[in-house]
């Protein structure tokens, strides 16, 4: 007999404080790795601009020229590789918080609607990330269309992290309930 997988049940299974370690030290190292990898284009605030400004097949084809000019794309590209996983630590990471502070403040069930937020923004990254590697390993497939459709799953991701980390810190404020 197999057991349906609710909200209630999500909270349950995610509720692990070994699995927010794990899941929360690794995050921590993958980000470090990413924010380390970025560093010769710019740090995060590069990626930033790519993932919620470029709109456009023009726009990354003037970045990657760029970034081949400055003999950096190579540092692009090992961010893909670094980021490939990173999604799985941050979506179980946030995934656990959220479920170990809603069942330790007693969060109404109301609340567990948001906990297949952090895996659905780690589901748009992914897509994001695949589009992006193929941007770049194949010129070709680059156009508008798949451009506004890298932006819209990166715009989707960062407003999904919003909402879940404003969920956490509205939770870890002392003596809510």
């Known amino acids: ?20 370690a794990v899941s929360g030290i690794v995050f921590l190292l993958s980000q470090i790795a990413l924010a380390l990898t970025l560093a010769p284009l710019g740090g995060p605030e590069a990626m930033l601009r790519v993932q919620l400004l470029f709109t456009s097949a023009a726009e990354y084809q003037s970045q990657f020229s760029s970034w081949q000019d400055a003999g950096v794309l190579g540092a692009y590209q090992a961010h893909l590789i670094v980021d490939a996983l990173h999604p799985v630590w941050y ?62 799953c990166s715009v989707g991701k960062w407003g999904l992290v919003a909402v879940f980390t404003l969920a956490a810190l509205y939770w870890l404020i002392p003596q809510r309930r």
Request: charged share 10%; aromatic share 8%; net charge positive.
């Open 1 to 20: 007999m197999t057991v349906p997988l609710t909200l209630g049940r999500l909270r349950i299974l995610f509720n692990l404080p070994w699995l927010l």
């Open 91 to 152: 979506a179980t990471f946030a995934t656990c918080l959220l479920a170990m502070l809603f069942s330790h403040r007693n969060a109404g069930g109301a609340w567990d609607k948001l906990l297949p937020l952090p895996l659905l923004s780690g589901l748009l990254d992914v897509l994001e990330n695949s589009m992006q590697a193929m941007f770049l390993n194949h010129p070709v497939t680059l156009t508008d269309g798949l451009a506004r459709l890298s932006w819209l």
